[in-house]
């Protein structure tokens, strides 16, 4: 049922989007978030096909061209952004991720069983489909990652801790 459940999810995600829509929610949410949600905390994921860990570096190919947000209570929303537009916000304000930069746990599947990484990353790079991170620091790995060599996972899901508030401008 869990991997019924990750597929249907997995699919949804990754559903492709219009640039012209993908502008148009990032807007939509942004008015919202300045009229009266100034207050909401984010979470943010971004879903690739596949990805590798290689030194310091996080590869993310075929990165999904929507990032999922969603808030904790009270607010509880949810909604896709634009990752181009995600990535452009990663500078601004004084609580930025670059000020700040944010852990993150890339999920995936390795033999059928659970693996989560958790990073801190930095320095974004995204070309339209492929998504590059500076890898500062390994916080915690259930799978040893041998440096020097290429760790790859498929259908990775990447859970970004943040704030939200300089994504969307409040």
Not at 122 to 130: L, N, Y
Not at 135 to 164: C, M
């Amino acid at each position: 049922m869990k991997k019924l459940i990750f597929i249907a999810f997995a699919a949804f995600s990754v559903m492709p989007v219009k640039a012209a829509d993908t502008a148009a929610i990032g807007d939509q949410w942004k008015i919202q978030a300045k009229s009266d949600l100034s207050q909401a905390a984010y979470l943010f994921v971004i879903h690739a096909a596949d990805g590798y860990i290689k030194d310091d570096t996080l590869f993310l190919n075929n990165a999904g061209p929507s990032t999922l947000y969603f808030s904790d209570r009270p607010y509880r929303l949810a909604g896709h952004l634009g990752t181009d537009t995600f990535l452009a916000a990663w500078k601004k304000g004084s609580d930025s991720f670059e000020a700040n930069p944010p852990n993150v746990v890339i999920s995936f599947q390795k033999a059928g069983k659970p693996v989560d990484i958790t990073v801190e990353i930095a320095e974004p790079q995204f070309d339209g489909s492929d998504l590059k991170f500076r890898i500062i620091r390994v916080l915690q790995e259930d799978k040893a990652i041998a440096p020097g060599k290429k760790f790859k996972f498929k259908h990775p899901s990447l859970f970004i801790d943040g704030y939200g508030c300089w994504v969307f401008g409040c």
